[in-house]
T-cell receptor, first 112, second 106 residues
Framework: NAGVTQTPKFQVLKTGQSMTLQCAQD?????MSWYRQDPGMGLRLIHY???????DQGEVPNGYNVSRSTTEDFPLRLLSAAPSQTSVYFC???????????FGSGTRLTVV | KNEVEQSPQNLTAQEGEFITINCSYS?????LHWLQQHPGGGIVSLFM???GKKKHGRLIATINIQEKHSSLHITASHPRDSAVYIC????????FGTGTSLTVIP
């Protein structure tokens, strides 16, 4: 089925560990983005990309890196995990600002 | 102040009631999105609109560009409508409201 695939669904990390959250879409969407969702704060934009080779920071980029080597993939890297990064992470894609979003199923990350 | 404000934050309704969730925005946007998130679940796009009104089943979304306001209506509400409803605007970037948590009681 066409859509956005996020892996893993759940992850527990120790403080200081690094990891990569994977996001892939098969709809040929140019725009992809990563959000974190925390209780009472809604969705906050971490990083986004408007096409292969182009990335930019969102509202809360510190502690995260991204790259966009292909249209399909947009991985999010946690460089040195901190308890403040405990959250639910969503990846989303869209064909453009005039189109709807498609969201991945989310990754629940706990940093201990 | 958030660029997109939703009200109410929490809403409880009896099954069958007509429900309205409001969204106001303070930035220029090209489109307004309504998203639905079920407890523990993913996020689904319900509507994207830039003018007027859209209807899908029991859900109706309206937008008033001049007043920078949108509403999501649910007619004949049902317990399965219980979810968080999120308003989001797309302009130079994407702006999200903090969501309205709806509980429909049988």
């Amino acid at each position: 089925n066409a859509g956005v695939t996020q892996t893993p669904k759940f992850q527990v990390l120790k403080t200081g560990q690094s990891m990569t959250l994977q996001c892939a879409q098969d709809m040929n969407h140019e725009y992809m983005s990563w959000y974190r969702q925390d209780p009472g704060m809604g969705l906050r934009l971490i990083h986004y990309s408007v096409g292969a080779g182009i990335t930019d920071q969102g509202e809360v980029p510190n502690g995260y890196n991204v790259s966009r080597s292909t249209t399909e993939d947009f991985p999010l890297r946690l460089l040195s995990a901190a308890p403040s990064q405990t959250s639910v992470y969503f990846c989303a894609s869209t064909g453009g600002l005039a189109y709807g979003y498609t969201f991945g199923s989310g990754t629940r990350l706990t940093v201990v | 102040k958030n660029e997109v404000e939703q009200s109410p934050q929490n809403l409880t309704a009896q099954e069958g009631e007509f429900i309205t969730i409001n969204c106001s925005y303070s930035v220029g946007i090209s489109a307004l999105h309504w998203l639905q998130q079920h407890p523990g679940g993913g996020i689904v796009s319900l509507f994207m609109l830039s003018s007027g009104k859209k209807k899908h089943g029991r859900l109706i979304a309206t937008i008033n560009i001049q007043e920078k306001h949108s509403s999501l209506h649910i007619t004949a509400s049902h317990p399965r409508d219980s979810a968080v409803y999120i308003c989001a605007g797309t302009g130079n970037q994407f702006y999200f409201g903090t969501g309205t948590s709806l509980t429909v009681i049988p």
